[in-house]
């Protein structure tokens, strides 16, 4: 079957930095999404990545290890508004996207 | 930016009625799909459409029918609802290129079916 793991909750401070892990088994694999979705808000995308390697935009960087079947979004400078759930997806060889469950990420101050 | 708009946030509807739910994008996106989404689960596929009056069953459409009449709209519908399909459901759309788009969310419906 086809399967997405990632963290169900984590715990940061404002200011630091945290990485979410993503990890996926799918029936192939044509790239890897990131978005964030607010308490009662529409999901919205973060990033793309297809190729191994590090993707930076701004505070926010994504990572793809293809051959680990691994990502990880990273975000820096933690601020509050950060609070959030972030959804990993894959899209498989039939271009589906396969969705993670999401990580809640909550931000002391 | 892309809108996607759901036509209610919250819905309240009874056990064996008929409910629909409405979706208008406003980018002319090929693509629309709908999803549910419920706790510790990821978003669950149950239609997506990729032209007028195309459809096809995504991973759970076991309950629900789609109608796409107009490129921009693409409605959801429980042809009798019952209390598992209680749930948020959330319309998606995207273009279609020759790189791989994003998919762009409107902000859901929470729907109980009571």
């Known amino acids: 079957g086809q399967n997405i793991d990632q963290p169900t909750e984590m715990t940061a401070t404002e200011g630091a930095i945290v990485q979410i892990n993503c990890t996926y088994q799918?029936?192939?694999?044509?790239?890897l999404f990131w978005y964030q979705q607010h308490a009662g808000e529409a999901p919205t995308f973060l990033s793309y990545?297809?190729l191994d390697g590090l993707e930076e935009k701004g505070r926010f960087s994504s990572f793809l290890s293809r051959s680990k079947g691994y990502s990880y979004l990273l975000l820096k400078e933690l601020q509050m508004k950060d609070s959030a759930s972030y959804l990993c997806?894959?899209?498989?060889?039939?271009?589906?996207?396969?969705w993670g469950a999401g990580t809640k990420l909550i931000i002391k101050p | 930016d892309v809108k996607v708009t759901q036509s209610s946030r919250y819905l309240v509807k009874r056990t064996g009625e008929k409910v629909f739910l409405e979706c208008v994008q406003d980018m002319d996106h090929e693509n629309m799909f709908w999803y549910r989404q419920d706790p510790g689960l990821g978003l669950r596929l149950i239609y997506f459409s990729y032209d007028v009056k195309m459809k096809e069953k995504g991973d759970i459409p076991e309950g629900y029918s789609v109608s796409r009449e107009k490129k921009e709209r693409f409605s959801l519908i429980l042809e009798s609802a019952s209390t598992n399909q209680t749930s948020m459901y959330l319309c998606?759309?995207?273009?279609?290129?020759?790189?791989?788009?994003?998919?762009?969310f409107g902000d859901g419906t929470r729907l109980s079916i009571l």
């Open positions: 997806a894959v899209l498989d060889s039939n271009y589906q996207l396969i």
């Open positions: 998606a759309s995207s273009l279609t290129g020759e790189l791989v788009q994003p998919q762009h």
């Open positions: 990545n297809v």
């Open positions: 799918t029936s192939g694999f044509n790239g």
